[in-house]
């Protein structure tokens, strides 16, 4: 794409240089420039980008796309070999421009939402697809109005494009679909993340739902119909094409003969009429459905049934995500520590029983955006640490006390339970009692820097 393009895309001005440079590789932060590159000035909660197009431009760039910015007549005659594009709103902009890019590519695109899974849905799906095109995929958490664009523009001869897409607020995953312009649409469920902010699940459902407006009109919904939400729009929506996965419900990809195991999960499916055994590398029942949903995206991209089951099989979690470890030899420490909710909580719980062990201990903090729903999600999250026989319950934050509360109050013994204020504390008492073939289950919000607690009993 050339400026003359950004300009049209963006309705932007341009205040120096050439309507016809190239502009192929796109930076938002100046630590991190190379020679050529187009800077785009984002600003943030704490800096604002628009004040460094200058050391941008210094350090290498060739063209600068910024907004609310005075330039003087000395600096122009200073940058007279570059090219600065000046715009409304440079994040706006942004997203036009990923928009543009997006434009110029006639390949499949997946974009993934739901509350819970999507960064180990959006893993396995694109390593299913690599197995047969070349795939652009969105790396760490790049999920939002920055992240997504930055994956979309990094687009070059890729094949096929898998994108995730997080939300917290109505109309997230509806602007995020203007740019990704989705050829399937995936939800992997429903759950309680952001119901602080959207007030039901039911509207949680409808703003998930907005992955719709934008999808081809050729194109098919992906969902995991043993979601109660998702099973019930599926039943009432005589609309858009939707292709499912699941476990209890009919679906059109269900696991059968589940093994789940410490290290893996391993379960019978049929794909094209035809039964294999599918091996996913990484435990719980929770990815026994991410990959059905990896089946699904991969027969609706007719790829061969051997390249999805090795798609599957020698895909890597995103750290973080159920990083499942050893230490001092003959603990296992289940690190699931970069975000939570009840959802989440409740899968990893579950997979802390089926896991073999001595001890099964959850280390387990608050979760963020719930809002007035606060104190009910951690109470339910108490009643499924007693349900599952959790031998030693720690917590730690202000919300996590009512878990302790809650697990208590449904038939837990108190002695079995700790409430610490800090993850110096937990530190603490975990490199204390710790014994032989004890099983930890780290998992709370990423603000609660459960790392700490990682590194520590390390």
């Not at 029983?353 to 009910?376: H, S, T």
Request: some cysteine; charged content about 30%; aromatic content about 8%.
């Amino acid at each position: 794409m050339t400026v003359e393009d950004i300009i049209k895309a963006t309705n932007g001005k341009l205040i120096i240089g050439n309507l016809n440079e190239t502009c192929e590789n796109f930076c938002t932060d100046t630590r991190k420039i190379q020679k050529d590159d187009v800077y785009i000035g984002l600003k943030g909660e704490k800096f604002n980008g628009n004040e460094y197009y200058k050391e941008a431009l210094k350090k290498g760039a060739k063209v600068a796309i910024v907004s609310g910015i005075d330039i003087t007549k000395e600096v122009l005659e200073e940058l007279k070999d570059k090219t600065i594009i000046e715009v409304k709103d440079s994040l706006i902009a942004f997203g036009d421009i990923a928009a543009f890019k997006r434009s110029l590519y006639n390949i499949p695109v997946v974009q993934i939402t739901g509350s819970v899974g999507k960064t180990s849905t959006r893993d396995i799906v694109a390593n299913v697809i690599r197995t047969q095109y070349k795939t652009l995929q969105t790396e760490g958490n790049f999920n939002n109005a920055v992240g997504l664009p930055t994956t979309v523009l990094k687009l070059k001869d890729h094949e096929a494009l898998v994108v995730e897409s997080g939300m917290n607020h109505f109309g997230e995953i509806s602007y995020l679909g203007k740019i990704a312009k989705p050829t399937i649409a995936v939800i992997t469920n429903i759950g309680t993340a952001h119901i602080g902010n959207l007030g039901s699940r039911e509207n949680i459902l409808k703003a998930k739902l907005e992955i719709l407006e934008n999808l081809k009109p050729d194109g098919f919904i992906v969902i995991n119909n043993d979601n109660d939400l998702l099973h019930k729009w599926n039943m009432e929506d005589n609309k858009y094409k939707k292709y499912t996965f699941g476990i209890e419900e009919k679906s059109d990809v269900m696991a059968y003969n589940i093994e789940i195991r410490e290290d893996y999960s391993k379960y019978n499916v049929i794909i094209n009429n035809k039964e294999y055994t599918v091996k996913v590398p990484v435990s719980g029942k929770h990815f026994v459905y991410n990959s059905l949903c990896a089946i699904a995206v991969g027969n609706l991209m007719h790829i061969a049934p051997e390249n999805i089951i090795k798609g599957i099989e020698t895909f890597k979690l995103t750290k973080n995500r159920m990083e499942i470890c050893k230490i001092k030899e003959d603990i296992t420490v289940i690190n699931d520590a970069y975000n939570a909710s009840y959802d989440s909580m409740k899968a990893a719980i579950e997979y802390l029983k089926e896991i073999p062990g001595n001890r099964k201990i959850a280390v387990l903090g608050d979760m963020f955006e719930l809002g007035d729903y606060g104190e009910e999600m951690h109470r339910k999250v108490g009643e499924e640490v007693a349900k599952n026989k959790v031998d030693i319950l720690i917590t730690v934050g202000d919300l996590s006390k009512y878990i302790a509360k809650e697990a208590e109050k449904v038939g837990m013994p108190k002695e079995n339970i700790i409430v610490l204020n800090s993850n110096k504390e937990a530190v603490e008492y975990l490199n204390k009692v710790l014994k032989t073939n004890d099983v930890v289950l780290l998992k709370a919000s990423h603000g609660m820097n459960f790392e700490e607690i990682f590194n520590g009993i390390k």
